[in-house]
């Protein structure tokens, strides 16, 4: 099987005496999309804030394609991060700007395109996005569906090789819910970018992505393909989708 | 009992030393920051507009009624021992090294010091702060720099209108009420006043930009180490943030006057 594009070995995190990541493996692949499940506050984006640097583990190691990440150069550090992108489980948009600067934001500060080519790269995003008519509106002004979309725009402006998702439907209906589904499955074809998703849509997140991790007491305690599950005769996994107590 | 006591004082010490070393880090981050390539020109015009221009009206209206009190007292004073007619030199010299920089400080810090701390305290339990980093972008430097500056620019600024102001203030109160001369008046504050006390108003009012930006930048940044996260938090930052600047405020005003004057 391929390296792992990311894989967590024995990964451990505490918060003073709080207890979340216990030894955690997990492989994510190139151009895949892997979802994370589990209950809620058992770790699932301290696991994502883990990959983007935001959160530092206690011990274990985090492999970019085979290499441990702390062994890497802080040039190859950086240059990994700069694939990088996150979208907020509440979306994290600047309330101080307008959905335009907001999307536009990591473009300007972070490259020397010119401005039209700025401008030419969000109005893209926006439409993609559908977006339309609201770059001069503030994100209070918009809805839950369409901040969700404006975060998703902001995401991916960069054009990232790996987009992290935590809870991206959280707080939509179950039509919205879909539509970021199937925007995320639609634009991860288009960009083919890789993701990890943290979600509890069981069972609609299944038909978005190629793997699944269930993530419980600090460990991964199923990964694997769509069939894998479909096969698994893991209780606790049945159990999770079933939606009985684990 | 007292293995407790000692140990409870020695965790308060070492988390106090902690935080004072944050906070110079806090500092000395946001100051290299504003000499990295871009220069942030539109933000900090943006800042010096909510700090600066924003504040004049409360600048003035403070610097008015200070320097109508200080005229009051000082002539009920001054008429003791027959020197009223060192009036103008009284409020002058009181307002230019003392008064003007240390109320501007404080009213300055009432009004943007506390919207700083709110703004980047929300920012921060909001997780906005951490969206700067995932895009890489510098939180100190995308927040806290452009403020400094802006406040550098702003403080002496407005401590030359409240200056300014409260001299005109004293006159009212001289002239227009305890019927002073105004020409006694206005020569006095022009022979009284040296460049020298000018100048160390200006170096109290840099110095105050530069500690209250500081401690309302940080109490924000760091709302989650000190409040706790939720609007609790952010409220306790808010009140940190201009309680710990005002008493910043006189500490420094005493450093400076006992070194320049």
């Known amino acids: 099987m391929a390296i792992p ?6 990964v451990s995190k505490n918060f003073g005496e709080s207890h979340v990541l216990k030894g955690l493996n997990l492989s994510i692949y190139k151009g895949e999309i892997t979802a994370v499940i589990g209950k809620s506050g058992t770790g699932k984006s301290v696991l994502l804030k883990h990959i983007i640097g935001l959160v530092q583990q206690d011990s274990g190691q985090i492999l970019i394609e085979g290499q441990p990440l702390s062994q890497l150069s802080p040039k190859k550090i950086k240059l990994f991060y700069q694939k990088l992108s996150y979208m907020f489980q509440d979306n994290a948009l600047f309330d101080f700007m307008n959905i335009y600067d ?26 993609q996005l559908g977006l339309i008519d609201i770059e001069k509106k503030f994100p209070s002004q918009l809805s839950g569906g369409m901040r969700k979309r404006v975060a998703l725009a902001r995401a991916l402006v960069m054009d990232p090789e790996i987009v992290l998702f935590d809870e991206p439907t959280t707080g939509l209906d179950p039509i919205r819910k879909k539509k970021v589904h199937s925007m995320i499955q639609e634009y991860q074809k288009k960009f083919e970018f890789t993701a990890v998703i943290v979600s509890h849509d069981i069972p609609e997140i299944f038909n978005v992505v190629q793997r699944i991790a269930l993530l419980d007491d600090g460990i991964i305690k199923f990964e694997g393909t769509k069939k894998d599950i479909l096969d698994s005769q893991s209780k606790i996994l049945n159990d999770f989708i079933a939606g009985k107590d684990i | ?25 806090f500092c000395f981050s946001g100051v290299t920051n504003i000499f990295t390539l871009p220069f942030q020109f539109a933000k900090i015009i943006e800042h010096m507009w909510f700090i600066g221009t924003k504040s004049i ?45 240390v109320f501007t400080a404080i009213m300055v810090t009432a009004r943007a010091g506390s919207s700083m701390a709110a703004e980047i305290g929300v920012m921060r339990i909001s997780e906005q702060i951490d969206a700067l980093k995932t895009m890489h972008i510098n939180p100190v430097r995308f927040l806290f ?3 400094i500056i802006a406040a550098a620019i702003s403080f002496p600024l407005l401590t030359a209108l409240f200056d300014v102001v409260g001299i005109f203030g004293g006159f009212i109160s001289g002239f227009m009420m305890l019927g ?21 108003g200006f170096y109290k009012a840099f110095a105050f930009a530069l500690v209250t930006t500081t401690i309302c930048c940080y109490r924000g940044y760091y709302t989650h180490l000190y409040s706790g996260f939720g609007a609790r938090g952010v409220s306790l930052s808010t009140t940190n943030a201009v309680v710990h600047s005002c008493i910043a405020i006189f500490i ?9 004057v």
Not at chain 1, 103 to 126: G, H, T, W, Y
Not at chain 2, 180 to 200: A, P
Not at chain 2, 252 to 260: G, K, L
């Open chain 2, 252 to 260: 420094f005003d005493y450093i400076i006057t006992f070194f320049w």
């Open chain 2, 145 to 147: 720099s452009p403020r």
């Open chain 2, 180 to 200: 002073i001369n105004k020409h006694v008046y206005m020569d006095t504050v022009i022979q009284s006043v040296k460049i020298h006390d000018i100048n160390v």
């Open chain 2, 57 to 101: 009206f409360v600048i003035i209206l403070t610097g008015l009624f200070t320097g109508m009190v200080l005229g009051l007292q000082g002539y009920y004073s001054l008429v003791k021992v027959g020197s009223e007619a060192a009036l103008g030199a009284a409020v002058s010299l009181t307002l230019i090294s003392e008064l003007g920089p």
């Open chain 2, 1 to 25: 009992m007292l293995n407790k006591l000692i140990e409870k004082f020695g965790e308060k010490t070492i988390n106090l030393l902690k935080s004072f070393g944050r906070i110079i880090l």
């Open chain 1, 5 to 10: 594009l990311i894989q967590f070995i024995n």
């Open chain 1, 102 to 127: 907001n999307i536009a934001l990591p473009l300007v500060e972070n490259s020397r395109f010119p401005k039209d080519q700025v401008n030419k790269k969000v109005l893209k995003r926006m439409d």
